[in-house]
T-cell receptor, first 114, second 113 residues
Framework: EPEVTQTPSHQVTQMGQEVILRCVPI?????FYWYRQILGQKVEFLVS????????KSEIFDDQFSVERPDGSNFTLKIRSTKLEDSAMYFC????????????FGEGSRLTVL | GENVEQHPSTLSVQEGDSAVIKCTYS??????FPWYKQELGKRPQLIID?????GEKKDQRIAVTLNKTAKHFSLHITETQPEDSAVYFC????????????FGRGTSLIVHP
């Protein structure tokens, strides 16, 4: 069964450093998302991406964040200058269409900012 | 306030009992209502969903009911088992015409053997 894959599974970084989290969505899916989950809390929407551009973003997704689909398969989330409060699990997800059904999540990338 | 509200935040039951989790939403245009299960340290995974043209859907021990008038939908788990212990999230599109699934705060279900 096709899966969304994410790398790395865990990254530890120093405050102020740049981090890139990588995702490979399911190949025939058209909509891609990043969600964040701080430990013990709910899954929060960050950004959605369609047709090579951001379609929606939340208040959390400020100028420190960016997304890119550099090569037609990878979908990346970059945090330019990490803060302690960026420590969380970051989930990539994809769907076939908009509002058409299940979000397929990757296993997540745990980011720890020291 | 929250666009998607979920209750209760924790639910503790004995094995074999039923569990009910409720979610309310604000956008009357919403037409897709999923429930996700997240086991400790794992990704959320869809367990059941319902579309607005039906009022109830069942899949073995799991069911979801939808009341569009009251704008709430509920997850029902019957004959609970210890492996049902997890955090359950409902989701619905946020208000303002967005299609983005917004998650509830989650319900931690604990099933005691």
């Amino acid at each position: 069964e096709p899966e969304v894959t994410q790398t790395p599974s865990h990254q530890v970084t120093q405050m102020g450093q740049e981090v890139i989290l990588r995702c490979v969505p399911i190949s025939n899916h058209l909509y891609f998302y990043w969600y964040r989950q701080i430990l013990g809390q709910k899954v929060e929407f960050l950004v959605s991406f369609y047709n090579n551009e951001i379609s929606e973003k939340s208040e959390i997704f400020d100028d420190q964040f960016s997304v890119e689909r550099p090569d037609g398969s990878n979908f990346t989330l970059k945090i330019r200058s990490t803060k302690l409060e960026d420590s969380a699990m970051y989930f990539c997800a994809s769907t076939l269409g908009q509002n058409t059904g299940e979000l397929f999540f990757g296993e997540g990338s745990r980011l720890t900012v020291l | 306030g929250e666009n998607v509200e979920q209750h209760p935040s924790t639910l503790s039951v004995q094995e074999g009992d039923s569990a009910v989790i409720k979610c309310t939403y604000s956008d009357s245009a919403s037409n897709y209502f999923p429930w996700y299960k997240q086991e400790l340290g794992k990704r959320p995974q869809l367990i059941i969903d319902i579309r607005s043209n039906v009022g109830e859907k069942k899949d073995q021990r799991i069911a979801v009911t939808l009341n569009k008038t009251a704008k709430h939908f509920s997850l029902h788990i019957t004959e609970t088992q210890p492996e049902d212990s997890a955090v359950y999230f409902c989701a619905a599109p946020s208000s303002g015409g967005s299609y983005i699934p917004t998650f509830g705060r989650g319900t931690s279900l604990i099933v005691h053997p």
